[in-house]
């Protein structure tokens, strides 16, 4: 029987869209629905009595060492690949602190850590990499780097 608590259930994903000196902040990980590693907003699931914008701001900490501020929210995105299952909210969010470094998962143990590096990657060369979700590849650097009045976007899987 498998045990994974991220499968066969829809869980909410909080993620951040850091950007600095026009570069967009990714992590680099080995990703259970891919054979080969992928880049992607640091970010991962909200705790029962954390906030969406608290769960971001964790989020980054754990797995880059910087403190960012959750602002507003800019895309709503579901993922479905069989057997997970997630809808994921991307808030804009500036670095308050720390210093960037490849952080962790607390949730896994050493020997089952997925992320691989956190580094910042010029908005230009996003869609030359293998990031994920597939709309990074196709989102104007102007939109990170618009004014509080950019819309919200909804991309459905």
């Known amino acids: 029987m498998d045990t994974d608590p991220f499968k066969n259930r829809v869980r909410t994903r909080s993620s951040a869209l850091v950007i600095q000196d026009e570069k967009l902040l990714l992590v680099r990980q080995n990703a259970p629905t891919r054979e080969d590693p992928i880049w992607l907003p640091p970010g991962g699931e909200v705790n029962f009595g954390e906030t969406s914008k608290e769960a971001a701001e964790r989020e980054v900490l754990e797995e880059t060492g910087l403190h960012v501020t959750a602002g507003k929210l800019a895309l709503i995105h579901e993922f479905i690949e069989k057997p997970f299952h997630a809808v994921e909210l991307y808030f804009f969010a500036e670095v308050s602190g720390g210093r960037l470094q490849t952080g962790m998962d607390p949730e896994l143990t050493d020997q089952n850590q997925q992320i691989e590096r956190a580094v910042f990657i010029d908005l230009r060369l996003v869609p030359e990499i293998p990031v994920f979700p597939d ?18 976007h909804i991309i459905s899987a």
């Open 135 to 152: 709309f990074l590849k196709k989102t104007n650097p102007s939109f990170y780097t618009g004014s509080q009045s950019t819309p919200l």
